[in-house]
């Protein structure tokens, strides 16, 4: 049974990716995911079911990614190593994946539900967060601001790496890692 409903979760995933969230309905999802109709309403009961399993599904997926070899070092050596994974992330995603634009415009991604979904999925990154805070080494800023300006240069660096629209090295990357961790840090001076 998990097994359908991974199929048509990846389906709808594709379809996403390729077409558009509007050019979405469950007849081409069928057929995509080469299984019958009725087979999707098995597991979920309407479009925006559908919709917001794929949401929570994708989110497990990237936190799952992210995550990866984390380990409870110092805190900056926390953000280089999520820096870095996010980076990839950005880079690894191909076009049967919903991109994080894509993702960051389907609808119910506001919601109250969603956003308990995506704190608790993301709770080590909080929690690094929080850390760096107490220990006065991270800005006393919202978590979505130090997520933009940490994490979301090292996703669209990925993603201009995976279309080749940027040579890089190492030593590069690892210059722009630092840069966005001081913009995140206490060190930052915006004077």
């Not at 880079?91 to 634009?101: C, D, E, I, T, V």
């Amino acid at each position: 049974m998990a097994y359908k409903r991974n199929v048509i979760l990846r389906a709808a995933e594709q379809l996403i990716a390729d077409e558009g969230l509007h050019n979405l309905s469950m007849q081409k999802l069928a057929t995509t995911a080469q299984v019958a109709a009725g087979t999707i309403y098995r597991y979920f009961t309407d479009k925006e079911a559908l919709i917001s399993e794929l949401r929570k599904d994708v989110l497990k997926n990237v936190a799952e990614f992210v995550f990866s070899g984390f380990t409870q070092e110092s805190v900056e050596a926390q953000f280089t190593h999520l820096w870095f994974n996010f980076l990839k992330l950005g880079s690894n995603r191909n076009s049967n994946q919903l991109n994080y634009q894509q993702y960051s415009q389907l609808p119910g991604i506001e919601s109250d539900e969603h956003r308990a979904f995506e704190q608790n999925t993301f709770e080590p990154l909080l929690t690094m967060f929080k850390q760096g805070q107490q220990q006065g080494l991270i800005t006393d800023l919202e978590d979505e601001y130090l997520f933009s300006i940490g994490f979301e240069p090292a996703i669209a660096l990925g993603h201009r790496i995976s279309e080749g629209h940027l040579e890089y090295n190492d030593s590069e990357l690892l210059v722009v890692c630092k840069r966005c961790w001081s913009a995140i840090s206490t060190s930052f001076s915006d004077s």
